[in-house]
């Protein structure tokens, strides 16, 4: 697999390696060892999610406050998203700054995204199945949401009209107003 760090050094591009040939191919989708290695210490993943969503559908931002914040290794495994990481650690350099990739069914990449970032995506293929490895539970109680067009963030998400979006993620907060990571 290759690691490529993103704009935001934390969050890492993985290309695994992949084998084709006439019947198919095949491919670690994940490796323990290789993928603490290729971030830089142990991580342990507690819970894969699984989402199937329509063109123009977008999630997000979402992220969990400690103690339930999630880091997220991310894959698509039907279709294409521009997949977005936002970094909220307020003491970081890249504080407030987005990196965005497109992770599709054919280029077969993923996205790690660790805790105290952001996250969303916008299908931009006609429909996506969108697969996520968790590094804590799903806490309701920590969970929260920045305005995925917060004028302040200014992501270039590759929009063809407006968004389909959930009335929860329309009621998300402005990132001046977010809760952030210490």
Not at 102 to 131: C, M, R
Not at 132 to 142: G, I, L, S
């Amino acid at each position: 697999m290759e690691v490529i760090s993103t704009g935001i050094p934390d969050v890492k591009l993985i290309k695994p390696r992949i084998f084709e040939d006439r019947r198919g191919f095949f491919f670690e989708s994940y490796n323990q060892k290789a993928f603490d290695e290729a971030v830089g210490h142990a991580v342990n993943f507690v819970q894969d999610n699984h989402s199937r969503s329509v063109k123009g559908t977008l999630r997000g931002l979402h992220y969990q406050l400690p103690p339930h914040a999630q880091g997220k290794l991310v894959r698509v495994t039907v279709g294409e998203v521009f997949d977005v990481a936002v970094d909220i650690r307020q003491g970081s350099a890249t504080f407030g700054q987005w990196v965005g990739e497109y992770l599709s069914a054919d280029n077969k990449h993923q996205l790690w995204i660790p805790p105290g970032f952001a996250h969303g995506f916008l299908v931009t293929s006609d429909e996506a199945e969108f697969e996520y490895k968790c590094t804590n539970f799903y806490a309701p109680d920590c969970e929260a949401s920045i305005l995925w067009d917060d004028p302040k963030l200014d992501i270039d998400w590759p929009l063809q009209g407006k968004p389909l979006i959930s009335s929860k993620d329309g009621k998300a907060l402005f990132f001046r107003d977010a809760e952030y990571f210490d």
